[in-house]
């Protein structure tokens, strides 16, 4: 099972890797992203490290399609352009890395987390990191029973 978290946002407000790596480090999550990329040009599988232990996930960059969602999701979205998305594979360690990644690429772009597999359609900058601390508690459980 796969489970994808996009975090939309606009172009202008994406930060470079380190710049993300700090807004990380700063809101006190024990995740270290790979730095060595470009935000734009790189996809596929983005390493990591969460409480010591190696991770990743799947990253993605590209332009907002208008037919992506529904015309009630896109006022939401406003003038918001671009889409990141994280995509995971069947491991939790995998879940909890993208969650804080998307979360904290969130809160310090003013963008809006699409995460429908957990039943919460939208998730803006301001709720980001309670929503991630909140997700972080109860993954970190399931990873400790595994």
């Not at 606009?10 to 809101?27: C, D, F, G, S, V």
């Not at 995740?31 to 990743?56: I, N, R």
Request: hydrophobic share 35%; proline share 3%.
């Amino acid at each position: 099972m796969s489970v994808d978290i996009n975090v939309i946002l606009k172009k202008e407000n994406m930060p470079t890797p380190e710049q993300w790596q700090q807004a990380i480090a700063r809101l006190e999550f024990d995740l270290q992203v790979d730095t060595d990329f470009d935000v734009e040009e790189f996809s596929g599988y983005l390493p990591s490290v969460y409480k010591g232990e190696e991770t990743g996930f799947e990253y993605f960059f590209g332009e907002l399609e208008d037919d992506w969602m529904e015309e009630d999701a896109m006022q939401l979205v406003g003038d918001r352009d671009y889409l990141v998305t994280f995509s995971t594979h069947s491991d939790m360690r995998e879940l909890i890395a993208s969650t804080i990644a998307s979360s904290v690429l969130c809160s310090i772009t003013d963008g809006l987390i699409l995460n429908e597999e957990d039943g919460h359609p939208f998730i803006g900058a301001n709720e980001a990191i309670e929503y991630c601390k909140k997700a972080e508690s109860e993954l970190t459980l399931d990873l400790d029973e595994n």
